[in-house]
Each structure stands twice: as structure tokens, then as C-alpha cells.
């Protein structure tokens, strides 16, 4: 099962967070709110059974605590990835200690090739690889390329004229081997055809990014029709505030590599 996690890695937010990149005007996100938030994020996840390998805040680098931009970790493919924007690109180097401390054995792509985890959705032994701002063919190819080594099928979704969206999961998001949370301007895309899709209420569209932890889905607040939808599909919801996160252009994925 592509959701039962044992362990995650993250790394809190460092007081110059905001000197980060983003996309969206919502305002100078408030630090102390975001470290509490991440806070609060890493008690949901233990709630869920996982143990947490906490890296410390990464002042050069403002959006570290995205953790999940920075591998690719499914049970048989570790792939250390080649952030796409040049601020990000040093990120990897902590993450390549942090995985080689947890005895995860990670390939890594190379250049030409850039990709962000947040370009990477698993569902079942099949992966959507984003292809994005970010993430571009040569980096999706390497990756297609690894996971068809270790028996995973892929398929590529640009998303690059998909507005709003700054990685493939903040439109969509994997509930379980076959269930996918999609935004509107994703459902029809060739390669979700016939898969079984949870629909995203108009305005709520950063509440696509939900995280299926083993027996919990984690949910922004302040998304009432996605969270009644969700209710009613009969999963156990943690909902946790993002705002801050959200204002600097980060999901509830981004903030944990899962495994
Ligand atoms: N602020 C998240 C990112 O742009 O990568």
C-alpha cells in the first residue's frame, strides 16, 4: 500500500521563511504562526503512527522546510531529486545525509534533468510525474526511467499552463491505490481517465492537497465542502491550519517526505 508510512523527515521553518519563494499575494506569512503550525503538523503525523526524523531549520535555504521537493521515497525506488529552482538546489545536500542516516539507498537525477517531489504523485505501483516550472522532461525521464526499473508504471501530466498551481499535488493528491483528489482543470486530463476521482469545490482548490497517512487523511483548514466530502467517503480526517505555509506557496505534502 502505497499510504502505510512508518517514519517521515521533516525540518521546521527558519525565521527567514518568509525570504522564500511564492507565487501567491496572501501576505508576509508570521513566523512564530508557522513554526507553530509546523508544530502542530508533526504532532498530527505522529498521531498517525509515524516517527519523525526532525532536520534542523536551514537558514540559507528560506524553503527548506519542504522537505518533500527533495526525494522521491516509495518501497522500492529512493530518488534524491535536482530541485528546479536554483535557491532550492543545495537543499539536497542535507537530505543526502538524512537518507543515507536512515539507510535509504537513493538514486539521484542528474543534469539536464530538474525535479521537485511535489511533481510526484504515487498511486498503487502507478506514479503521475508532474511536469512543471520545476520539474522538466529530462528530470520526469530520469525518473520514469527508475521507476520502471523497480516495476512502477508512470505517466507525465504537464501542468505548466494549469494556473495556480505550482507543483502537480497542489491539484491533486492520492487517497488510495485507486482514489485521487483532483482540481477542476486536471479531471479531464487523458492520463486520470477512468480513475476514480474526488472533485475539488470551486475556491477551495489548495484544499486538493490532502496527505493519506495510514488510517488518516490530513486536510487544510478552512475547507468545509472538501472536508464533508471526505467525511462522507467515510476517512478519518486531521485537519491542521496552513495559512502560513499556504502563503508562501506550500502544502501539507511539501512539509514531510514520508516512508
Ligand atoms: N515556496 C515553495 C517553493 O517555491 O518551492
Not at 526525494?71 to 538524512?98: D, F, K, Q, Y
Not at 527508475?146 to 493528491?173: Q, W
Request: with cysteine.
Amino acid at each position: 500500500m502505497s499510504f502505510h508510512f512508518t517514519r517521515a523527515i521533516v525540518r521546521p521553518p527558519s525565521s527567514n521563511f518568509a525570504d522564500g519563494m511564492t507565487s501567491v499575494s496572501l501576505g508576509v506569512p508570521d513566523f512564530a504562526r508557522a513554526f507553530d503550525q509546523h508544530a502542530r503538523y508533526c504532532e498530527a503525523l505522529e498521531r498517525c503512527g509515524l516517527t519523525l526524523v526532525h532536520l534542523p531549520e536551514d537558514p540559507a535555504h528560506p524553503d527548506a522546510t519542504f522537505v518533500e521537493d527533495t526525494a522521491v521515497l516509495s518501497a522500492r525506488c529512493n530518488v534524491l531529486t535536482r530541485p528546479g529552482a536554483a535557491s532550492r538546489a543545495g537543499e539536497i545536500e542535507t537530505m543526502r545525509a538524512a537518507l543515507a542516516a536512515a539507510v535509504i539507498n537513493a538514486n539521484e537525477i542528474i543534469e539536464p534533468g530538474s525535479l521537485d517531489g511535489g511533481d510526484i504523485c504515487e498511486l498503487g505501483d502507478h506514479f503521475f510525474i508532474g511536469v512543471s516550472h520545476r520539474t522538466n522532461w529530462d528530470g520526469a525521464a530520469q525518473l520514469a526511467a527508475l521507476l520502471t526499473k523497480a516495476r512502477y508504471t508512470s505517466s507525465c501530466i504537464d501542468i505548466r499552463a494549469v494556473p495556480g498551481i505550482l507543483h502537480l499535488k497542489s491539484g491533486i493528491a492520492a487517497l488510495d491505490d485507486e482514489r485521487i483528489i483532483a482540481i477542476d482543470s486536471l479531471t479531464d486530463h487523458p492520463v486520470l481517465k477512468g480513475r476514480d476521482l474526488v472533485r475539488v469545490a470551486p475556491g477551495e482548490e489548495y484544499a486538493a492537497n490532502c496527505v493519506r497517512v495510514n488510517d488518516h487523511v490530513l486536510i487544510a483548514a478552512g475547507f468545509p465542502a472538501m472536508q464533508r466530502t471526505l467525511e462522507k467517503l467515510g476517512y478519518d480526517l486531521i485537519v491542521i491550519e496552513m495559512s502560513e505555509f499556504q502563503k508562501m506557496d506550500g502544502g501539507l505534502s511539501c512539509l514531510s517526505l514520508r516512508f
